[in-house]
Every structure is written in structure tokens, then in C-alpha cells.
């Protein structure tokens, strides 16, 4: 590392140079310098002294310790440059965000938009990611670790639930996929669904959309009441009730009393503003075949 | 002699490679015993804090007994720790053949130094026989634990133990029967100091906390982070130890020893920040600040302890001093970065499970088939316990229509990327940390006049 500036062969000579231009030895003395020493008759002149040991290896030393901080510097610099600082796990998105529609068109597609705008409003409802929420739907056992784990009463879950399916119906409308009496019909059975219920909706969102018109109200509603047996595509097509002997011992009590008296209290303005005749004609019938089957 | 003194660096090196040596075992011992991350830490910590707090009184054993006796029995207790951890059903066994192992160990590499010393004629040459000794063996000792893991089981490195130690007790016989037969305690000389080099011993002891992150956490966040086998962990590090060896060339031609201390620590310090700011999950990444941190503690450790044990009587005391600031360093550093990398990987792991959740969710897959996928990938995770999940598993078997499994094959890839940087950036903090135990040991290096010989 020092030795650069000890040797003079190195010192004097560039690349290019040839190093027989010096004398052998360590004097520095050159061909030319030589020839007129001799010519004045003077003595050769004594090699330079060798600095003591003592300071070259201080100087090493240092050289070394300015090395290594440099080396240091240089390498954290390297990583940071290289995204060391940034190499993490992904920020959850947050739940309370907006959520775009990916291709409303497509009803698998708009099935699972809503059930995810659905665990979202749940999640933000309840301040936790959606991604917990997923994890807590599947049974009873994971849900009551996740209210646990969360602190959370029934009645917030409840709650948050309900809010969380009225943000996907808000989504839904918004995307342009369900309208007008469809949304009133939801929101209605939101309103009134126990929580089971409300969670086998999120599960089973397909049933809402699929194989049908979602702004025919009758299959619609026939798709929530067929989603509470958990079996999507029971439901049918409009004309075909979807609510098997097994559904319908699922269907608590009244319920489709409490889902048409929901509907009631909102039809009148929304049926005036919004719909035609026939579709409140063809809502009050749906509702009708399916609660009095 | 030549036999004499091989077998006494030899006991040197065996005793001081078991602080590494089970490094590459840890993951091992954590699934064969069900324990944590945390408890599984005490094989180390046991070891280190048995011999610091063991390595002087034993030195003084050494020098009241006889430093040939005191080194046979230190042997012959080592042995028979190791056995016990080798025979060793559960930790607590196993921690207790580990604190008897180091007990052993402390009169041992102690008396070592004393024995050296009249062997070779020369402490000079004793304290660096005596501290190259103790670098090898701690530098091999991760590689030869990990392969020994892979080939054979833990257990084959403590059992390989005994035989080893009984061995290099028989060279000893001599100098046994001579001081059996008459032994004086060593007096003092008064021109030199009793007092053990405080400066050298903090910094050593500071050093050595930043040491010991290195291989505990780089050997845990290879096997259990990134999934690696012992073997291809131990080839991974066995850069340090080849670093080291080439640091030891470079720290002969200088003859400050401030100057090679702080050089060393600094190298270590950007060595082990440059590990807590990895960009990715690739060995390649771990290589470089390898190659600074193991010639950054060749460097440290050797100016260190020549400072420590220069100009002070009773070489094995003041080398037991060393012992003890070294392997306090080591208990001290896990002892504070455990729980920190501990709770950061909970805390990396449940957030890279979110995002995974999250990938899954928004994958082109059947709408009814990706709950089920999320909740299988939850599940597969809390049966893994603590460490960081293999979540494979769950997504076999592979569904067999080609565009599917792709779909499935893409959200395991995106998984496993989120699963690493997890368990990448849980290390960080603790990297960073042992980066500034090294750095702060440029305080006692460079305030103190004393330092220099």
C-alpha cells in the first residue's frame, strides 16, 4: 500500500517508461546523472535511508483503518442504493381505501368484488386488515379467536357486518353492476339477516349474480335467500324459487316477512322515482313465492 | 513439545469452537425439542455465561493447582458435559451438559495460556498461539456443527467432544506427575499490573456481542428465514472464518494496535449494517459484508487481547479476564437481540401473511376456491409455530388444468417472496443493533491512552 511512494523505480517510471533507465539499487541515481558523477570524479552517492519500520507500519495502519471505513461506507451505501432499506413485506392496503371494480362486466368477477368491498367495509369497520377478517370467516371457532384476539362483543361484529355488506352494495351500485330496486331489496336483507346469514352472503356472493339479470329484483332476492344455504348456483334462475327443504330450515322465522316488510318501508319513494310498475309487480311477486313457497 | 503444544491450542480450539460449533444446530435442536427461538438461544447463552463467569477463578484454580492439573481436570469436565449433552433427551438436560461443558472449558482454555507459556518459552508466542488457537476453532466450528448436523445429528458434535478432549489431556501427563510432585504458587512480579486492561476487556466485550449476532443471526436467518439445509448454511459461512484467516494477514503488518482495533471494528460495524439492510433474499447478498465482518473481527480480537495481556503478570488470569469480557459480550448480545429479532419475526410474519391473504385474494383463481386456499395457508402457518412457515404445503396438490396451477404457482411465488422479506427484514433491527456494539467499541479503543503497547 506505501510502498508506491518508497520505490522510486515507481515514483519515476510511468507506464510507458522502460525502468533500465535507473541504476541498479536504491540511490535513484539515472544512466545520465551516473555518467557526469564520473566524469567529475565525485563518490557514488549513499542509498536514501529506509524510513524506520516503526512509521511504515503506522502508516500502513492507517492506511488500513481509512481502507476500511471507506470499505464500510462504500458497501452500506451499495445496499442501501439497492433497495436494502425498502425489502420488506408489503403494507397491507387499507381497508377504509376506496375499492375499484376490476371488471364489472364479468359476474364471477363482480361476485367476488363484492364480497371483497364487503370484507373491507367489515375491516374498516372494526379498524383490523382485511385479510383478518378473511382468516376469522371460515367457522365459529376462528371467528371467536379473531373477536378475541380483537377485543370485539357480538354486537360489533354484528354491527360491523351489516356495515361491511352495505359498503359492497354502495361498490356495487357505484360500479354500475346492481341498481334501483336491487340495491333497496339488499340493503333490506342486510338490515334483517342473522349474522350467520350475513357471513354466508359474503361467502356465497356469487349466488347474488350469477346466471341472472341483477337488476331482476325476484332473482335477485331469490339468490340471498338461496346463498344462506351456502351452496351457490342453488338458486337458480328466476322462476325457480333456489330455496331447497334444506335452505328453508335455515331461514329463521319470519324472516321473509322482516326482508318484504324491509323492502315496504323503502319501496314507496324508490318506486316512485326509479322503477316501472311491472318491477314492483314482479318484486312483491318474487318475495311472495319465496316466503310463501 | 511439538505434541505438547498441538494439543494444548488443540483443547484451545475445541473449547472455544463450542460456542459456535452448535450454531448450525440450533434450528435442529428448536423442531427436535418443540421449544422457541428464544429458549433454543440459552444453548448458546449457558455456554458463553458459564465460561465468562468461570474463565478467572478458574485461571486462579490454574495458577493455585497447576495449570497441568488444572487443564486435565478442565478436560475431563468438558468431557463429560459434552456427553451429557450428546446422551441429552430435552433442553433442560441438554442446557445443563452445556453450563458443566463450559465450566470445564473455563479452567481449561485458562490454564491452557499458563501451559503455553513455559512450553513455547515465550508469552508473546503463547498469547498468539493461544488466540489463533481460539480463532480457528471458533471460525471452523459453525461449518464442521452443520455438517456434522446434516451427516450424521447434533448429537454426533458433542459426542465427537469426548474423545476429542481425553485426547488432548494425554500430552499433559508429564508435567501432572511433575506437579504432583511439587508445585508453588507463582508470586507477582511488582513492576507488573494485577489489574485487568478495563478499556481492552469493555471493547472485547462489546465486540464480541456484535460477533455473536453475526453467526447466531446469520445462521438463523439462512435455515430458518430462507429455508437453506446445515450444509449450504455452513457453506455460506464458511466465508467468515476465510475472511478471518485473510484479516489475520493484514492485522501482522501493523503494529498499532488502536489502529488495527478500530479498523476491525469499523469493518465489522459495516459488515453487520450492511446485513441489516439486505435487498434481497439471495446468499449472494450475505457474502460481501461476510467478507468485511470476518476480517473487521480477525482485526479487533487479536489488537484487543494483545492489549489486554500485555504488560500483565499471570497470563492466564488476565487471558481468563479476556474469556469472561468476550463471552459476557456474547450473553449480553443475545441476551438483547433474542427477544428483539424474536418479536420482530412475529410481527413480519403476521404482516407477510396479510399480504399474502391479500394475493391470494386478488388472484385469477375460482372465487370459491380462495377462501379455502387462505384459510389452508392460515392453518399451515400456525401449525409451523414461531418460525417462519413453509407454506407449500398448502397448495398441494397442484391443481392439474395448466392455466389454474399457473394461477396457483404465481400467487406461491408472490407468498414466498412476501415470507422472505419478512423474515429478511425481522433480522434487520438486530443487525443494525450488533452494528453499533462494534462501532461503540471504537469508544474504549480510541479514549484510551493505555491502549496502545
Known amino acids: 500500500m506505501t510502498r508506491g511512494t518508497d520505490d522510486p523505480t515507481e515514483v519515476l517510471g510511468g507506464d510507458d517508461e522502460e525502468p533500465t533507465g535507473h541504476l541498479e539499487g536504491d540511490t535513484g541515481e539515472t544512466e545520465e546523472m551516473r555518467t557526469r558523477r564520473l566524469a567529475a570524479g565525485t563518490p557514488p552517492p549513499l542509498p536514501p535511508d529506509e524510513p524506520p519500520p516503526v512509521d511504515e507500519s503506522r502508516q500502513r495502519g492507517l492506511a488500513v483503518l481509512v481502507a476500511s471505513t471507506l470499505a464500510a461506507l462504500i458497501l452500506v451505501g451499495v445496499y442501501i442504493a439497492a433497495g436494502g432499506t425498502d425489502y420488506k413485506p408489503s403494507a397491507a392496503t387499507d381497508p377504509c381505501d376506496a375499492r375499484e371494480w376490476t371488471d364489472p362486466g364479468n359476474l364471477e368477477e363482480s361476485a367476488q368484488e363484492f364480497a371483497l368491498s364487503a370484507v373491507d367495509g367489515v375491516a374498516c369497520k372494526l379498524g383490523v386488515s382485511r385479510e383478518e377478517v378473511i382468516r376469522a370467516l371460515p367457522d365459529d371457532a376462528s371467528r371467536q379467536a379473531f373477536m378475541e384476539d380483537n377485543d370485539l362483543s357480538d354486537e360489533e361484529v354484528d354491527e360491523a357486518l351489516r356495515a361491511g355488506l352495505n359498503r359492497a352494495i354502495d361498490d356495487a351500485e357505484n360500479a354500475g353492476v346492481i341498481n334501483g330496486l336491487a340495491v333497496t331489496g339488499l340493503r333490506a336483507a342486510v338490515r334483517v339477516l342473522p349474522v350467520d346469514q350475513l357471513i354466508n352472503l359474503i361467502e356465497n356472493a356469487s349466488v347474488i349474480f350469477d346466471g341472472q339479470d341483477v337488476n331482476d329484483l325476484g332473482g335477485l332476492i331469490e339468490g340471498v335467500i338461496g346463498s344462506l344455504g351456502g351452496e351457490p348456483g342453488d338458486s337458480g334462475t328466476t322462476g325457480d324459487t333456489g330455496v331447497t327443504g334444506e335452505t328453508q330450515d335455515l331461514i329463521p322465522d319470519g324472516l321473509g316477512a322482516q326482508i318484504e316488510q324491509g323492502l315496504r318501508d323503502q319501496l314507496p319513494d324508490e318506486i316512485n322515482r326509479n322503477l316501472p310498475d311491472d318491477l314492483q309487480q314482479q318484486a312483491e311477486q318474487a318475495l311472495d313465492s319465496l316466503v310463501n313457497p | ?453
Open chain 2, 1 to 453: 513439545m511439538r505434541l505438547r503444544t498441538v494439543a494444548l491450542a488443540g483443547a484451545v480450539g475445541l473449547v472455544l469452537a463450542d460456542s459456535s460449533i452448535v450454531v448450525l444446530a440450533l434450528p435442529e435442536i428448536f423442531r427436535e425439542f418443540d421449544t422457541t427461538i428464544a429458549g433454543v438461544s440459552w444453548v448458546l447463552i449457558v455456554f458463553n455465561l458459564v465460561l465468562a463467569v468461570l474463565a478467572v477463578p478458574g485461571a486462579r484454580l490454574a495458577r493455585h493447582f497447576g495449570p497441568g492439573r488444572s487443564a486435565a481436570i478442565g478436560l475431563a469436565v468438558f468431557a463429560g458435559g459434552s456427553l451429557v449433552c450428546g446422551l441429552s433427551t430435552g433442553l433442560g438436560p441438554l442446557l445443563t451438559g452445556r453450563g458443566v461443558q463450559a465450566a470445564g472449558g473455563a479452567v481449561a482454555v485458562t490454564a491452557a495460556l499458563e501451559l503455553l507459556g513455559t512450553t513455547l518459552g515465550s508469552d508473546r508466542k503463547a498469547v498468539a498461539t493461544w488466540v489463533g488457537a481460539g480463532a480457528v476453532g471458533a471460525a471452523i466450528g459453525p461449518g464442521l456443527g452443520g455438517l456434522l448436523t446434516e451427516l450424521v445429528s447434533w448429537q454426533s458434535i458433542f459426542l465427537i467432544q469426548v474423545p476429542i478432549a481425553i485426547i488432548a489431556g494425554v500430552p499433559l501427563r508429564e508435567i501432572i506427575i511433575e506437579e504432583t510432585r511439587e508445585w508453588k504458587i507463582p508470586q507477582i512480579p511488582k513492576a507488573v499490573t494485577d489489574r485487568p486492561h478495563l478499556p481492552a476487556n469493555i471493547a472485547l466485550a462489546l465486540v464480541s456481542a456484535a460477533i455473536a449476532a453475526t453467526l447466531f443471526l446469520i445462521v438463523l436467518l439462512l435455515i430458518e428465514g430462507w429455508r437453506l439445509t446445515p450444509i449450504a448454511a455452513a457453506a455460506v459461512v464458511t466465508v467468515l472464518p476465510i475472511a478471518a484467516l485473510f484479516g489475520s494477514r493484514i492485522g501482522g503488518s501493523i503494529e498499532s494496535v488502536r489502529l488495527r482495533a478500530s479498523s476491525g471494528a469499523i469493518l465489522l460495524g459495516g459488515g453487520l449494517a450492511a446485513l441489516g439492510l439486505l435487498p434481497k433474499a439471495e446468499i449472494i447478498w450475505v457474502i460481501p459484508p461476510q467478507i468485511l465482518a470476518g476480517i473487521g473481527l480477525s482485526l479487533v480480537l487479536s489488537a484487543l487481547t494483545e492489549a489486554a495481556l500485555s504488560g500483565r503478570s499471570a497470563a492466564a488470569v488476565h487471558g481468563g479476564w479476556t474469556i469472561a469480557a468476550r463471552h459476557a459480550g456474547v450473553v449480553v448480545g443475545l441476551l438483547i437481540l433474542t427477544p428483539i429479532f424474536t418479536s420482530q419475526l412475529e410481527n413480519q410474519r403476521e404482516d407477510a401473511l396479510n399480504t399474502g391473504t391479500a394475493i391470494v385474494l386478488d388472484a385469477p383463481i375460482d372465487p370459491t376456491d380462495k377462501i379455502a386456499l387462505a384459510v389452508r395457508i392460515s392453518e399451515e402457518v400456525d401449525s409451523q409455530g414461531d418460525r417462519v412457515p413453509d407454506v407449500r404445503p398448502a397448495f398441494e396438490p397442484l391443481p392439474t388444468d395448466p392455466e389454474e396451477r399457473s394461477a396457483y404457482e404465481d400467487v406461491l411465488s408472490a407468498l414466498e417472496d412476501q415470507l422472505d422479506r419478512a423474515a429478511t427484514h425481522a433480522f434487520s433491527a438486530s443487525f443494525l443493533l450488533s452494528a453499533l456494539f462494534a462501532l461503540l467499541a471504537l469508544i474504549p479503543i480510541g479514549l484510551t491512552r493505555r491502549l496502545e503497547l
